[in-house]
C-alpha cells in the first residue's frame, strides 16, 4: 500500500513541511540544489488534492524541459490512487501556453487547426521576408530571429519595437518583426515565443478571458523559478493575482537561461508584486556527498548572491573528486566509455547510474562512437533528435497539413515527396499566383484562375495531390484517424520512395520504421491524455489534432520519440541536465574557452558559466569525475587547451588528479592557476 500524506509529510523535513501546508497565500521556496524543492512541488500537489480537496483539473504546475516535466509527472502520479489525477496538468510552460491557446482560438483570431513553426520554419518565412529588402546571409537571418524572439519574450509589440528602434540594424530587424508577425497570422501560425506571448497579450487585453482562466486554475506550482522570462512571469502573474494561490521554487544560482531572456531578477520582482509572499528557505541538501556539495559551494561563493544559502548534507564525505587529463579529446571520451564499463561492475551499478554531461552538443559526437565501439546503451538528449530525421519531418510535415491547409511550409515540403512530378517551375508559378490572392498555396491549386497560369497537366498533378490530403482529412473526420494517417503512407507509398532515395536498404527500412513510431506515438498520446489539451469538448478529431499539436511541440523541443526509461547511460548538455540526479556524473571538458565556454569570456559572462558549472557538479550522487584534454581539434587545428578556471576554484585538497605529471602542493597549484588565468584575461583584454 502506498503511503498516507501525513505519512509522506512526515519524511519531509520541518521547513519543507511548511512549505507544502502554506495554501493560503504566495509562496516561494528559495534553495540550492538538491535540497528538495521539486519534492516540496511534488507532494505539496498530492497535498492539494488529498489533503485539502481540491480538484486535480483545477492545479497546474510547470517547469522548463520536456525530461524534467516528465520526471516531475512520475514523481506526483507515483503518490495518487486511481482517478485522482485525472485532469492534472504537469507540463512545460510551453505546454501549457499551447492549451491556452487551443481553448481560446476564436478570442485570439485563429481558425482551428493552426500550425505550430519550428525554427527552420521561421528561419525559412524570415529568409524570404528579408530578402525582398536586400540579400541577407544566415548570419542575418539569425541575428533577426534572436532580436525578434527577444523582443517577444520581453512582451514587445512591433509597433513598440518599431517606435524605440534606435539604430539602423534595430529598425530594419523590427520593419521585418512587423512582416513577420502580419505573415504568420496569414498562415494560421503560431511560433515557439508565441506560445508564451499570445496568452498573455489575451489573458492582459480580454477580461473574459482572463475570468475563464482565473476559473480553471486554482493553484499554480513552478519549478526552476529563475528560469522564467518576462513573458513567463507575466502569465503566472496575471492567472494568479487574485487568488494568489500558488507555489515557485528556485534557486539563483542555477540561473542558465540570461541569454534566452530568462530574468533571474524575476525572483526579487515577486516580492514586490506580491508583499504577502511567504518565502522559505532549505538548507539540507539530501542529493550528494559532503565533497562533492563543499566543491559546489566553494565554487559558487565566487559568485555575487541575491540571496545568501548555507547547504549541508548528512551523506557522509564520500569520494575525493576526480580530475582526469588526457592527451586530446579523443583519450578523453576514450577514457570516460571504458571507465563506464569497468565501474559498472565494480559497483555494481546500472547504465542509467551514469550520465555524462558537457558544454556543446558537438562533445557528444565522439562519445557516441566510443560508446558504440564498447556496446554501451545510451541515450543521448538534445542534439540529433529523432524529431530532425528527415523521414520524421516528412511525416511531419504530411501531419500538419492535415490539421492546416494553410501551412506553406508543410506543403512545400512534401508536395513533391514522394515524387508527382510537380516541378519547381510549377511550385514558382503557384507561390506567385497564391501571394497575389492572398491564399495558401493549397487552395491556390484549387482555384480556377490558375488553369491560366499553368499547363493542363501541373494543375491536374496540384490537383491529385490536394484532393488526396483531402480524402485523407475526411476518412479523419469520419472515424479512425490514426489508421487513416497509416493508410496514408501505404497508399502513396512513402516506403518505395525512402528506398530510392537512400544509400542502403537497411537504412531505408529503419527510416521507415522511425515513421511508424512517430504514428505509433501520437496514436499514444491521443489514448493516453485525451483532455491533456484543456478544452474539454474536445471530438474525436479534434484530439487527433491536439494530439498532433502536441507532436510538433515535442519536436521543437528536442525531444526523443521514444519515452526512454530504459537502462542507458545518459548523455546531456549540462543546461538539459537542470533538475535532474544521477549516482555517477561525468563531466567533459574542463577547459578554457570550453566551460567558460568562449563566447562568454569575450561577453564578460562568465558568472553564468560558473552557475552551469555548479548546476552540473550538483547532478551527482555519488561520484563525479571531471575530464579534460590537453589538446583539442578546433577550426580544423590542433590546440592546446588551458584547464578550465574553475577547477583552480575548487577546495585542492577535495581534488584527486590524474594523468599530471607536475603534482604540485595545493598552495602552488592554486598561484600558478591565478597567474595563468591573469595571462589568459590579459591576452583577451
Ligand atoms: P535541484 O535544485 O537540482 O532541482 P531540488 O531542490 O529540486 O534540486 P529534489 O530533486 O527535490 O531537489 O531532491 C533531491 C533529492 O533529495 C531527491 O532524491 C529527493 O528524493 C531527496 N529528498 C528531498 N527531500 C528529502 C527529505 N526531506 N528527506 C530525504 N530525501 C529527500
Ligand atoms: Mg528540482
Known amino acids: 500500500i502506498s503511503p498516507t500524506i501525513a505519512q509522506r509529510l512526515r519524511k519531509l523535513n520541518p521547513r519543507q513541511q511548511e512549505a507544502v501546508r502554506y495554501i493560503d497565500g504566495p509562496c516561494l521556496v528559495l534553495a540550492g540544489a538538491g535540497s528538495g524543492k521539486t519534492s516540496v512541488i511534488t507532494t505539496k500537489i498530492a497535498y492539494l488534492i488529498q489533503e485539502c480537496g481540491m480538484s486535480a483539473r483545477r492545479i497546474a504546475a510547470v517547469t522548463f524541459t520536456n525530461k524534467a516535466a516528465r520526471e516531475m509527472k512520475e514523481r506526483v502520479s507515483g503518490m495518487l490512487k486511481g482517478r485522482e489525477g485525472h485532469g492534472l496538468t504537469v507540463s512545460t510552460f510551453h505546454t501549457l501556453g499551447l492549451n491556452i491557446i487551443r481553448g481560446e482560438l476564436k478570442a485570439l483570431g485563429y481558425k482551428p487547426g493552426f500550425s505550430l513553426f519550428d525554427p527552420e520554419d521561421v528561419k525559412a518565412l524570415l529568409r524570404d521576408l528579408m530578402n525582398k529588402d536586400a540579400q541577407v546571409d544566415a548570419d542575418q537571418i539569425n541575428q533577426v530571429q534572436s532580436i525578434i524572439s527577444n523582443w517577444k519574450n520581453d512582451l514587445v509589440q512591433p509597433g513598440q519595437a518599431l517606435s524605440h528602434a534606435s539604430s539602423e540594424d534595430e529598425q530594419f530587424a523590427a520593419r521585418v518583426y512587423e512582416a513577420y508577425v502580419r505573415h504568420l497570422k496569414a498562415y494560421n501560425a503560431v511560433d515557439f515565443d508565441d506560445l508564451i506571448l499570445l496568452p498573455v497579450v489575451l489573458l492582459r487585453d480580454n477580461p473574459e ?147 555524462v554531461l558537457y558544454r556543446g552538443n558537438f562533445q557528444a559526437r565522439l562519445l557516441e562512437l566510443k560508446l558504440q565501439h564498447y556496446q554501451i546503451p545510451y541515450k543521448l538528449s538534445g542534439g540529433t533528435s529523432f524529431f530532425s530525421r528527415g523521414e520524421i519531418k ?161 519536436d521543437i523541443l528536442e525531444q526523443q520519440a521514444e519515452e526512454d526509461d530504459s537502462d542507458r547511460v545518459q548523455l546531456l548538455t549540462m543546461h538539459a541536465s537542470k533538475g535532474l540526479e544521477f549516482p555517477h556524473v561525468y563531466l567533459m571538458g574542463l577547459e578554457e574557452e570550453l566551460l567558460p565556454h568562449r563566447n562568454a569570456i569575450e561577453a564578460g559572462t562568465v558568472e553564468e558559466e560558473r552557475r552551469l558549472a555548479y548546476v552540473g557538479i550538483t547532478r551527482a550522487r555519488q561520484t563525479l569525475t571531471m575530464t579534460l584534454a590537453r589538446q583539442r581539434k578546433a577550426f580544423g587545428e590542433l590546440m592546446d587547451c588551458t584547464p578550465s578556471r574553475f577547477l583552480d576554484e575548487l577546495p585542492p585538497e577535495d581534488l584527486e588528479w590524474e594523468g599530471r605529471a607536475d603534482r604540485e602542493d595545493p598552495e602552488r597549484k592554486q598561484e600558478r592557476g591565478k597567474s595563468a588565468i591573469a595571462g589568459l584575461r590579459s591576452l583577451l583584454d
Not at 452 to 477: K, S, Y
Not at 523 to 546: I, L, N, R
Open 209 to 355: 478571458a482572463l475570468e475563464r482562466w482565473r476559473r480553471k486554475i486554482h493553484y499554480m506550482l513552478v519549478d526552476e523559478y529563475q528560469d522564467t522570462n518576462t513573458s513567463q512571469y507575466m502569465l503566472v502573474r496575471m492567472l494568479m493575482s487574485e487568488r494568489q494561490t500558488f507555489t515557485v521554487v528556485g534557486d539563483d544560482d542555477q540561473s542558465i537561461y540570461a541569454w534566452r531572456g530568462a530574468r533571474p531578477e524575476n525572483l526579487v520582482t515577486l516580492g514586490e508584486d506580491f508583499p504577502r509572499l511567504n518565502v522559505v528557505k532549505l538548507e539540507q541538501n539530501y542529493r550528494s556527498t559532503g565533497t562533492i556539495l563543499r566543491a559546489a559551494n566553494t565554487l559558487i561563493a565566487n559568485n555575487p548572491h541575491v540571496y545568501d544559502k548555507t547547504l549541508w548534507s548528512e551523506m557522509g564525505m564520500g569520494d575525493p573528486i576526480r580530475i582526469v587529463v588526457t592527451r586530446h579529446e579523443e583519450a578523453e571520451t576514450e577514457r570516460v566509455a571504458s571507465e563506464i564499463l569497468t565501474r559498472r561492475i565494480k559497483q555494481k551499478a546500472a547504465w542509467r547510474d551514469f550520465a
Open 394 to 554: 516528412d511525416a511531419m510535415a504530411y501531419l500538419r497539413l492535415l490539421i492546416n491547409p494553410a501551412d506553406d511550409n508543410a506543403f512545400l515540403r512534401i508536395v513533391n515527396v514522394p515524387r508527382r512530378e510537380i516541378g519547381p517551375n510549377t511550385l514558382e508559378k503557384l507561390a506567385n499566383y497564391a501571394t497575389d490572392r492572398s491564399v495558401s498555396l493549397f487552395s491556390a491549386c484549387q482555384e480556377m484562375g490558375l488553369a491560366e497560369q499553368l499547363p493542363a497537366r501541373a494543375v491536374e498533378r496540384l490537383g491529385r495531390f490536394t484532393h488526396f490530403i483531402e480524402g485523407v482529412r475526411r476518412r479523419m473526420d469520419g472515424g479512425d484517424a490514426i489508421a487513416a494517417i497509416r493508410d496514408m503512407m501505404r497508399e502513396m507509398d512513402y516506403e518505395a520512395w525512402l528506398y530510392q532515395n537512400t544509400s542502403a536498404p537497411t537504412i531505408a527500412e529503419k527510416r521507415m520504421g522511425n515513421v511508424w513510431i512517430l504514428i505509433d506515438q501520437l496514436e499514444k498520446s491521443m489514448k493516453a491524455d485525451p483532455d491533456e489539451s484543456t478544452a474539454s469538448e474536445d471530438t474525436e478529431t479534434d484530439s487527433v489534432d491536439a494530439a498532433i499539436s502536441r507532436l510538433v511541440l515535442r
